[in-house]
Nanobody
Framework: QVSLVESGGGLVQAGGSLRLSCAAS????????MGWYRQAPGKERELIAQILNRGSGGVTWYADPVKGRFTITRDNVMNTVHLQMSSLKLEDSAVYYCSGFQAAWGRVWGQGTQVTVSS
C-alpha cells in the first residue's frame, strides 16, 4: 500500500496564498482518485478538491466554497499532488488531508497539515 504525507501548511493572512503538497511513497497513479479534504473544529471532514487518474491530464472537481480559488494538480514523475490555494479566507482555516482511493486498499489518508488564515 502507498502512504501519503502532506506538507506546506502554515499561517497566512486573509487574501494570501499557500500551496500544499502530498507526497506518495509510490506511484500516485496507483490510486483511482486523489483528493484534498479539510476538517475545521467542530465540523465534519469535507472533500474540497479531487483529481481523477484518467488519462494524462486528469479530470478535476471542486467544492463550491473553493471553486475558482483552489487548484489541484498532480506530478506523476514526483508522485506528488498539490493544492494551490489563493484568495484565502478565514473560513478556510482547517486541517487539510490528502487522500487517495483504490479499490483494493480503500481510502488512504495522510496525517494532515494545519492551515490557519488570520485577519
Amino acid at each position: 500500500q502507498v502512504s501519503l504525507v502532506e506538507s506546506g501548511g502554515g499561517l497566512v493572512q486573509a487574501g494570501g496564498s499557500l500551496r500544499l503538497s502530498c507526497a506518495a511513497s509510490g506511484s500516485i497513479l496507483s490510486f483511482t482518485t486523489m483528493g484534498w479534504y479539510r476538517q475545521a473544529p467542530g465540523k465534519e471532514r469535507e472533500l474540497i478538491a479531487q483529481i481523477l487518474n484518467r488519462g494524462s491530464g486528469g479530470v478535476t472537481w471542486y467544492a463550491d466554497p473553493v471553486k475558482g480559488r483552489f487548484t489541484i494538480t498532480r506530478d506523476n514523475v514526483m508522485n506528488t499532488v498539490h493544492l494551490q490555494m489563493s484568495s484565502l479566507k478565514l473560513e478556510d482555516s482547517a486541517v487539510y488531508y490528502c487522500s487517495g482511493f483504490q479499490a483494493a486498499w480503500g481510502r488512504v489518508w495522510g496525517q494532515g497539515t494545519q492551515v490557519t488564515v488570520s485577519s
